[in-house]
């Protein structure tokens, strides 16, 4: 390595020695002009520095002035604040022993207004008093003693809602009708308590400032014509709820709406409601008419009659010198056949009346089934959902029963008149036979003496 290094000294040597000497002259001009440059540039770029420097310190100075002018603001500011602080508590402390009790009376003052707001929600008397809800208004969002105007405003409201509680007078409305048409009509007020028209009582709406007439009316309802006619000492219905309990006609269905309830299962058990008593009316007049006949032919056993006691006296007037065996049964059969006249439908009667209850519970299962598949689908959130629909599913229970207890008292009532008759035809019966068996024993009498 050493040796390669000597070798390329010497090399540039011989080199140097070569060269021509206005070269070596020019590189060093060159040189000298390029360090004069830049030492130029180097004193161009100090003075910038320096201009900075003293731009900057200004700034700096400039700077920590305006901070300490703002330290003396702050802290004067400060003091201003705590002075305030100061001056309003004394101000309140004087504030609360000037006003004294004022402050105990706004309090009650507001609580007051809040219950009259509250009591003329959907109020008849309340009606075209905008001025008396504004000074109610003010009074609850105040946040200071109300003034002497505003407490006028509010005890003259109350004198004229007051008046208006106590007097019967005519106004005009806009009310809404059963189909949902909102029309200007002319109604009576009926004091503080409700409101009425020509088709009834109405519901007055203090949000939509409309009156909505209620979809039910009670039987022997006021009217405004009605109330034109009335008379001094004469009854009217009349509801301190302002309409609470006449809305809840609505919500009591008739019989009719009980029995459409019902379904398809109702229809069918009132179907065979209707197959039954038409069953038990057509047996009970021929049952009736059976007995009718057995009293009479019971009159003149001598001759007899078409009809039950007068087929079995029959049997025994055809042959009366037969046997005491076959009299007895020839009675026998004669009897039966009577009493299958006398049962025919009963056993029918007896099925109807097993069936409609079970009828019954079949729709209340099916009803209960649809009910909780709704609750299934949208939760049981709305409690009236599952009373409206078991309400509505023990509705065929009850059609049930109510079918099967006519139903089981007609086949009782029936089934102890037909007993009651076919005793009187056994009885009958019994009677023939001991006359046959007298007359035989007086025959065997006289042929032994």
Do not use: C
């Not at 206005?22 to 360090?35: G, I």
């Not at 504030?95 to 004294?100: H, I, K």
């Amino acid at each position: 390595m050493s040796r390669m290094k000597r070798t390329l000294i010497a090399a540039l040597s011989v080199s140097a020695l070569l060269s021509p000497l206005p070269v070596l002259s020019d590189l060093v001009t060159d040189t000298n002009l390029a360090q004069q440059q830049s030492n130029a540039h180097n004193a161009t770029r100090e003075a910038g520095f320096e201009d900075t420097e003293q731009s900057l310190k200004a700034q700096l100075a400039a700077l920590d002035a305006q901070h300490a002018a703002l330290e003396i603001e702050t802290q004067t500011l400060s003091d201003t604040f705590s002075d305030n602080e100061q001056y309003l508590a004394e101000l309140d402390e004087s504030l609360r022993l000037e006003t004294g009790t004022l402050g105990e009376l706004f309090g009650v003052l507001r609580q007051s207004s809040r219950e009259l707001q509250n009591e003329r929600v959907d109020a008849p008397a309340a009606i075209g008093q905008p001025d008396y809800d504004a000074a109610l208004d003010l009074i609850l969002d105040a946040k200071t003693l109300p003034s002497l105007s505003a407490l006028n405003t509010v005890w003259h409201g109350m004198q004229e809602e007051l008046e208006n509680g106590r007097v019967i007078a005519p106004m005009t409305l806009n009310v809404r009708d059963a189909e949902g048409v909102v029309t200007e009509r002319n109604v009576t007020r009926l004091g503080n308590i409700g409101l009425v028209d020509q088709h009834g009582y109405l519901g007055w709406n203090s949000a939509k400032r409309q009156a909505n007439l209620l979809p039910v009316q009670p039987k022997h309802g006021l009217t405004s014509n009605a109330l034109a006619q009335a008379q001094a000492g004469d009854s009217v219905i009349l509801d301190p709820t302002r309409t609470e309990l006449l809305q809840q006609l609505a919500f009591t269905p008739t019989l009719s709406e009980r029995f459409e309830q019902g379904g398809l299962v109702g229809k069918i058990i009132a179907v065979l409601l209707f197959v039954g008593l038409a069953i038990s009316a057509v047996r009970g007049a021929s049952l009736f008419r059976a007995r009718v006949a057995i009293r009479k032919q019971m009159k003149h056993p001598e001759t007899a009659g078409d009809n039950p006691l007068g087929r079995i006296l029959s049997v025994y007037q055809q042959a009366p010198n037969r046997s005491l065996d076959a009299l007895e049964l020839h009675l026998l059969e004669a009897i039966v056949d009577e009493q299958q006249g006398f049962e025919k439908g009963l056993s029918m009667l007896k099925l109807l009346a097993a069936l409609a209850p079970m009828l019954g519970l079949l729709g209340t299962v099916t009803g209960m089934i649809e009910t909780f598949q709704v609750i299934t689908q949208f939760g049981n959130g709305d409690p009236t959902v599952m009373a409206g629909g078991i309400s509505m599913a023990l509705i065929t229970t009850v059609l049930g029963l109510v079918a099967a207890m006519p139903l089981l008292l007609a086949h009782n009532v029936l089934s102890t008149q037909a007993e009651t008759l076919r005793g009187t035809l056994e009885k009958v019966g019994i009677s023939l036979v001991a006359q046959q068996s007298d007359l035989a024993d007086n025959t065997v009498t006289k042929a032994i003496a």
